[in-house]
């Protein structure tokens, strides 16, 4: 690279410096009008911009900066590399990075301070025509956004990346999430209107599985002999074995002897008619006598790992629900109302575990 790499000169009324790149390709940048910036200021405004150069040389590559929803279009597009799931969130952010910075603004005149704006606009729902957004889910998006701002920065398009100062970690979760007791559940089970319903309260409250999993899961998966179910998880494709205890199994011979030949899913698509899951959740939650509890399928995934983890090993535990260790002790385990009441001496009638139609099965078996 040339030692003096810019030149001073005036044109058309203005100071500008002429570089070549690392690449050796001549550029120029225009220094301001020659009627407010006298030579000497331009040319310290020279060595200051070939300082910059030195400290750093990605300087020299940088033409016009692409306008933001060309880059994002072009971002998206490339990420063939991700989960169709991760994709989708990645989109959902390129939304509300579009609806408030718009297309047209050219992706390097993003600052650290306009990017700020824009999560406290998430919060309070100025990004989207939606109300704001949780802490939780605002942390997503300024962590998909510094991913995308990334990509720019190592293909040289911007200097920096605006959001690298926002914080991207989400606040310690609030285990006050519904326990329940199998007593609830047993009300919950006598409640649903179908196999199908059933089944699905059952993988995830019995089995710890995810609503997405359950719904998905094949009677391929079950090792009758074993008593084991093999589950694929959706966003990273790895694969876990998991215990079916002994009620979860006598639901599934039920559900296995009625079901439809034809249809390859414990839970058959339409069977739970899906057009609003949690609507009709709430129909079933009313019939049992219960009040019915936000996102609903994590909470009896969560109860099924804290139930677990008053038995068994932690690290089994956290294989047999497919995530790390640490998630668990962040966001699931809970302790029970029934520690503190051995802890105290408190004796509690403890209620039965089995519906009717529960011990007709084990009876006739």
């Known amino acids: 690279m040339n030692t003096n790499p810019i030149r001073l000169y005036e044109d058309s009324g203005y100071w500008k410096v002429k570089y070549y790149d690392q ?82 603004i050219r992706i390097d005149r993003i600052t650290r301070a306009a990017a700020a704006d824009w999560r406290s606009s998430l919060a309070k729902g100025k990004a989207s025509k939606h109300e704001g957004l949780a802490e939780g889910t605002v942390c997503q998006h300024i962590r998909n956004a510094k991913t995308i701002f990334n990509h ?68 391929s998966a079950v090792d009758w002999e074993h008593r084991r179910l093999e589950i694929v998880a959706e966003k990273t494709a790895r694969r876990r074995i998991v215990p079916i205890e002994p009620d979860l199994f006598n639901l599934l011979l039920e559900a296995f002897s009625k079901r439809d030949k034809s249809k390859p899913l414990v839970i058959p698509r339409r069977s739970l008619g899906q057009s609003n899951l949690w609507r009709d959740f709430g129909v079933i939650c009313k019939r049992a006598g219960l009040q019915r509890w936000a996102s609903w399928c994590q909470v009896l995934r969560r109860n099924r790992e804290t139930d677990w983890a008053q038995k068994y090993p932690q ?13 668990s002790s962040r966001h699931y385990l809970q302790v029970p109302e029934e520690l503190y009441d051995k802890v105290a001496g408190i004796s509690r009638p403890q209620p039965a575990r089995l519906s009717r139609a529960k011990t007709r099965l084990h009876k006739a078996g």
Request: contains cysteine; hydrophobic residues 35%.
């Open 315 to 327: 690290y089994v535990v956290s294989a047999w629900l497919g995530h790390d260790i640490r998630v």
């Open 23 to 104: 690449f050796g390709k001549r550029r120029t940048k225009s220094l301001g009008s020659t009627k407010r910036i006298r030579k000497r200021q331009a040319r310290v405004l020279a060595e200051r911009f070939m300082a910059k150069l030195h400290v750093d040389p990605g300087r020299y590559s940088l033409g016009k900066a692409l306008p933001f929803g060309q880059y994002l279009q072009r971002y998206l597009d490339s990420r063939t590399d991700i989960k169709k799931g991760t994709l989708e969130l990645h989109e959902r952010t390129a939304s509300y990075l579009l609806e408030y910075f718009g297309e047209s």
């Open 152 to 219: 720019a920065l190592r293909d040289d398009l911007v200097l920096f990346n605006p959001f690298d100062r926002l914080s991207g970690i989400a606040p310690e979760p609030d285990k006050n999430w519904r326990y329940v007791s199998p007593k609830d559940f047993e009300k919950l089970l006598d409640a649903c209107p179908s196999i199908p319903w059933r089944a699905l309260l059952s993988l995830c409250r019995l089995a710890g599985l995810r609503q997405g999993e359950a719904l998905n899961l094949p009677w």
